[in-house]
């Protein structure tokens, strides 16, 4: 779920092939997107324009939406779900807006052979297209332009919202696509978990199911002379799709575990009163979500790292103490506090120079030698 840039709107996503619009003020729906035949999966407005979203789904189609269009069904009855109504009510929300897709972008999230021949095949091998994980709106003066990942392998694409994809027969055409990491092709493909974008826009952090954090630049992600990420470029349609420029780093930590297509991540946007941080959930067991600092000054002696033409650092920092489970959903609120997500049913508040088990809050896991610096 996502909320509108005023927090007047709120966007969801359903495992029952559609998305809702809830008007915050009177709570209730306004607008009910149907245009997807499996689970959707991300949702997220356009920067600048709240009538505007994308959604993505499981089948691997991207519909993008424009709320002020027609379309209208009678009114619909919901359950309520204040706690001083009865349980067995209903409510009426009134006349339901229901849009159609303005474009789709249907089948370019291929899933790829396996490099190594596995019987018996499972699911994932027997799709055609795959599942949609991530989807980000760039921002930052180039807000038609938006990203998408899947789960089959761990290529970005940038599409472009002007462009015209509903109007073409079979795949679509990204703008652009990420290039490979080495190390998948040489062994096997891993799907991509979540999608951030630093405060400037600049980088764009990928969560990668093989437990690692790959850092690209968004000037990167079209070499040559790129007039689509110009917000002043004319709409065009796209014949084909060129290759950027693989991930400028890797990160890795003992600790980061995101082998579950459940785990998210989230930015920290630097103001001043606290720095840019990235944080990341956590498969462990036991612990609380990862910490990245995205100052790449304090990047120092890179692993070695086997067929990848791009450095891997080890950095990062673990919170500890504050779960019993995998660490899924983690947010910041605008005071710069974590708060993370567990499958433990806990919803825990991490803060900077604050700690104690009375309240149930972690730790911050470090070296010993930060400890004896600080006294």
Known sequence: MTFSSDDGLLATGSGDQTASIVDMPTQTVTHILRGHQSSVKQVAFQPGNDNVL???CRDGVVCLWDLRTSGQTPAISMRTLNEDDDPSGSAE???VMTPKPFSKIIGDHPVPPRTTPRRPQNVQEL?????ITSLKFLGQGRDHLFLTAADATSHIRLWDIRSNYGSRRGSSFPLAITGGIESHEATRHYGVNSLS????????YSICRDSAVYVYSTNHLILGQAPDLSSTAPS???KGSEIGLGPLYGIRHPKLWTTSFYIHSSIRKASSTHEELLAVGS???AGGPMLFSTNEKILKNPISQKHNSFPVYNSGTWLTGGHSAEVTGVAWTSEGELVSLSDDGTARAW????????HGWGWADVEAEWLEDDG
């Open 236 to 238: 065009r349609r796209a």
């Open 283 to 285: 498969g462990l067991a």
């Open 54 to 56: 994308a959604t993505s």
């Open 351 to 358: 803060r900077e120079g604050t700690g104690s088990r009375h």
């Open 197 to 204: 974008l630093s405060t400037d826009g600049s980088r764009l």
């Open 127 to 131: 799709r055609l297209n795959a599942s």
């Open 93 to 95: 929300a009134g006349n």
